[in-house]
Nanobody, 123 residues
Framework: QVQLVESGGGLVQAGGSLRLSCAAS????????MTWFRQAPGKEREFVAG????????YYADSVTGRFTISRDNAENTVNLQMNSLKPEDTAVYSC????????????????WGQGTQVTVSS
């Protein structure tokens, strides 16, 4: 089992920044990808950014490329999502997820999920 705990959500004005963190514990040696998804009210959950657990590769949705950066803190078994130049359309519940394989962008690949953290961007 892998346990995931997110932190760092909140309210920010458009153009501002937030940093989300996802701490992994348990059988972390089984993780291949760690990824952030988000779900806005009335919309389906969507891929935001992912990283190979060894940090070798990162992946981004087109809508966040150039604004968001995903990284891994090896010492803390934590994956961070630095979100800059935030827009109102970034408002959503952000959830981190972990998988031992499959497609990084496909939420069906993920068996482990955090509880989610709210990000609200005001205009």
């Amino acid at each position: 089992q892998v346990q995931l705990v997110e932190s760092g959500g909140g309210l920010v004005q458009a153009g501002g920044s937030l940093r989300l963190s996802c701490a992994a514990s348990g059988r972390t040696f089984t993780i291949f990808y760690m990824t952030w998804f988000r779900q806005a009210p009335g919309k389906e959950r969507e891929f935001v950014a992912g990283i190979r657990w060894n940090g070798a590769s990162t992946y981004y949705a087109d809508s966040v490329t150039g604004r968001f950066t995903i990284s891994r803190d090896n010492a803390e078994n934590t994956v961070n999502l630095q979100m800059n130049s935030l827009k109102p359309e970034d408002t959503a519940v952000y959830s981190c997820a972990a998988t031992s394989g499959g497609s990084v962008r496909y939420q069906g690949s993920y068996g482990y999920w955090g509880q989610g953290t709210q990000v609200t961007v005001s205009s």
